[in-house]
């Protein structure tokens, strides 16, 4: 089994910044694609953000310029910089890891518990 645990949600006010951090542990090959999710209040999951293990990113509209995906492949850590926030970032941010399971090679997706980003007005 995968787990991922998140770290680093709060309380900040509009304009400020929040880092996000997620490790991924467990029976663990390979790590392919990690990266970030939220949900708001009544609204549905989105994709917020996503790293490849060679770099790559890719962002949702809403937080391009704003945000930064990063990670670090020995550590099995993916972070999610988050500055100039706004009031509609509030949301539960969930980090996903997608890869291979050791021994038996079986593909995995793994989702943390979720932090909550409150951004006050």
């Known amino acids: 089994q995968v787990q991922l645990v998140e770290s680093g949600g709060g309380l900040v006010q509009a304009g400020g910044s929040l880092r996000l951090s997620c490790v991924a542990s467990?029976?663990?090959?390979?790590?392919?694609?990690m990266g970030w999710y939220r949900q708001a209040p009544g609204k549905q999951r989105e994709l917020v953000a996503g790293?490849?293990?060679?770099?790559?990113?890719n962002y949702a509209d809403s937080v391009k310029g704003r945000f930064t995906i990063s990670r670090d492949n020995a550590k099995n850590t993916v972070f999610l910089q988050m500055d100039s926030l706004k009031p509609e970032d509030t949301a539960v941010y969930h980090c996903?890891?997608?890869?291979?399971?050791?021994?038996?090679?079986?593909?995995?997706?793994?989702w943390g518990q979720g932090a909550l980003a409150t951004v006050s007005s």
């Open positions: 996903y890891a997608e890869g291979l399971e050791y021994y038996s090679s079986t593909p995995f997706v793994a």
């Open positions: 467990g029976s663990i090959f390979r790590i392919n694609g």
């Open positions: 790293i490849t293990t060679g770099g790559s990113t």
